[in-house]
C-alpha cells in the first residue's frame, strides 16, 4: 500500500471523516494535510510553549473558517460544532479577523446588502409604520464595519433589544450604502426614479424639484416606503450575475 494510501486509511480511522459533529469530520484528508502543516509552521515559529493560549485559539479558529465546508457556518452552527457559548464564537470571529485579516469596509457592506436582498434566507424585519429596518448580522465583522459606516453618517445604530440585530431607519440604512459607494451615484438615482415612475403611490408624494435623496426621504417621513424600494436601491451595490 503507498504511503499516501496508509495516511488516508489512517485518518479516517482515527479522525472519523464524515462525522460532521467534529471539525476532523467536515475536512477532507487533503485539507487535514493542509491544516497540519499551518499548525506546524505556526508552531515552529516561535519556541516550543511560549505560543499563549488565546493565540493558538485565534490561529485555529482562522484556520478551520478559511476552510470552504466550514467558512458558511453560523454563530450557533459554530458554537455547537467547537462545543462552546455563541458569544465566545463571536468573540472569536472578530479578535481573528482583525488578527489575520485586511477588513474592507466595502466588502462587508456588500456581504451585508447581499444578505439584506436575499428574500427568505435571512432573518430580516421592515417596520413600515416606523421606517424601520431589523437586520441580524450573525458575523461580528460585519456588524462592526456596519457600526462605524451609520456612526461616520452622524448617526447611532439602536440595539437595544438585542445586540446582533442592527435596527436603524431605513433612510440610515440606505445611507450608508450611497456614501460608501460613490462610484455608484448615478446608478442609485436611476434605480429611485425607475421604481417611482413605475409606482402611483410614490408620484404622488414626490417633488421633482428635489434631489432623489431627498425625495426619497419625504418618501420615508410619510410612512409610505415599501421593501422593494429599499431591496431596489440596496441591489445597486451588488456585483452583476455573470
Known amino acids: 500500500m503507498a504511503n499516501d494510501d496508509k495516511l488516508n486509511a489512517l485518518v479516517k480511522k482515527i479522525l472519523k471523516t464524515g462525522d460532521e459533529k467534529i471539525i476532523a469530520g467536515n475536512l477532507s484528508p487533503a485539507e487535514l494535510e493542509k491544516f497540519a502543516r499551518a499548525l506546524l509552521a505556526k508552531l515552529s515559529e516561535q519556541a516550543f510553549g511560549t505560543l499563549p493560549k488565546r493565540e493558538l485559539d485565534l490561529f485555529l479558529f482562522h484556520q478551520f473558517s478559511r476552510f470552504e465546508t466550514l467558512k458558511g457556518l453560523t454563530t450557533y452552527e459554530w458554537a455547537n460544532l ?75 445604530p439602536d440595539y437595544r433589544f438585542n445586540r446582533n440585530i442592527l435596527d436603524v ?65 440596496v441591489e445597486v451595490v451588488l456585483p452583476t450575475p455573470g
Open 82 to 156: 467547537l462545543r462552546i457559548s455563541e458569544s465566545r464564537v463571536r468573540s472569536l470571529q472578530a479578535d481573528a479577523a482583525l488578527r489575520f485579516e485586511t477588513i474592507e469596509n466595502q466588502w462587508a457592506l456588500t456581504e451585508i446588502a447581499r444578505q439584506f436582498c436575499a428574500k427568505g434566507k435571512t432573518c430580516m424585519e421592515f417596520d413600515d409604520v416606523e421606517n424601520r429596518i431589523k437586520l441580524l448580522l450573525d458575523n461580528p465583522v460585519l456588524q462592526r464595519e456596519f457600526e462605524y459606516a451609520v456612526r461616520a453618517l452622524g448617526r447611532v
Open 169 to 233: 431607519p431605513a433612510t440610515t440604512f440606505v445611507g450608508v450604502f450611497v456614501e460608501n459607494f460613490p462610484d455608484h451615484k448615478k446608478k442609485f438615482e436611476a434605480a429611485f426614479k425607475a421604481l417611482v415612475k413605475a409606482d402611483d403611490d410614490y408620484q404622488k408624494i414626490v417633488d421633482g424639484s428635489k434631489s432623489w435623496g431627498e425625495q426619497f426621504e419625504i418618501i420615508c417621513e410619510k410612512h409610505k416606503a415599501k421593501i422593494d424600494l429599499l431591496t431596489k436601491l
